[in-house]
């Protein structure tokens, strides 16, 4: 079983930054497959960024490309997601998975709240 928590999310002004933390339980966690996704009310779960299966190169969304920073300190078992240049229509919860296969994420935390004022 692996347990995610999330942190650091908050209420910013549009331009601003936020960085969200996710600490990961389990010994294996290096080789864990970490992601990034968010949720807007009343919207579908998306994919923010995450590293990818075979070589853990970092990926983003469309939307989030060049403001967001995947990264990861496998020696705190933490993944962080650093945002910049925020923008009212980045306010969502936050989520972050871990993957242990290549099919699916199967674990995720409890999010956190991201609000961006215009």
């Known amino acids: 079983q692996v347990q995610l928590v999330e942190s650091g999310g908050g209420l910013v002004q549009a331009g601003g930054s936020l960085r969200l933390s996710c600490a990961a339980s389990g010994r294996s966690f290096s080789s864990y497959v970490m992601g990034w996704f968010r949720q807007c009310p009343g919207r579908e779960r998306e994919f923010v960024a995450g590293f990818s299966w075979g070589g853990g190169s970092p990926y983003y969304a469309h939307s989030v490309d060049g403001r967001f920073t995947i990264s990861r300190d496998n020696a705190k078992n933490t993944v962080f997601l650093q945002m910049n240049s925020l923008k009212p229509e980045d306010t969502a919860i936050y989520y972050c998975?871990?993957?242990?296969?290549?099919?699916?994420?199967?674990?995720w935390g409890q999010g956190t709240q991201v609000t961006v004022s215009s």
């Open positions: 998975a871990a993957a242990l296969g290549p099919a699916k994420y199967d674990y």
